[in-house]
Nanobody, 125 residues
Framework: QVQVVESGGGVVQAGGSLRLSCTVSGLTFDDYAIGWFRQPPGKEREGVSCIRYDGSLTYYADSAKGRFTISRDNAKNTLYLEMNSLKPEDTAMYYC??????????????????WGQGTQVTVSS
């Protein structure tokens, strides 16, 4: 049984930073692409950043470029998202998800099969 568990969310002031973590068990972590997604209140879930199974390729949504950094530690079955210069519009539930493929060029929600319960990020102005 695959389990995906996110942590690290919280409340932060605009301009602040947070580091999200995600641990995955029940699958061969270093065989699959994995990514971060978010769903603001009343909006659809969207891809924020994804990383190839070996860490050699990354994708960032335009909203994340220059502010967020994705990384993975395959030895620890853990994914990270370092978020800097946070803005109120970054407020959302953040989800970690693993795909059944090694890479997803689009970082689209539909390409990812295993999802966590999410961790809330709230950025106050």
């Amino acid at each position: 049984q695959v389990q995906v568990v996110e942590s690290g969310g919280g409340v932060v002031q605009a301009g602040g930073s947070l580091r999200l973590s995600c641990t995955v068990s029940g699958l061969t972590f270093d065989d699959y692409a994995i990514g971060w997604f978010r769903q603001p209140p009343g909006k659809e879930r969207e891809g924020v950043s994804c990383i190839r199974y070996d860490g050699s390729l990354t994708y960032y949504a335009d909203s994340a470029k220059g502010r967020f950094t994705i990384s993975r530690d395959n030895a620890k079955n853990t994914l990270y998202l370092e978020m800097n210069s946070l803005k109120p519009e970054d407020t959302a539930m953040y989800y970690c998800a693993a795909a059944r493929v090694r890479w997803s060029w689009s970082c689209g929600v539909g390409a990812f099969s295993y999802w966590g319960q999410g961790t809330q990020v709230t950025v106050s102005s």
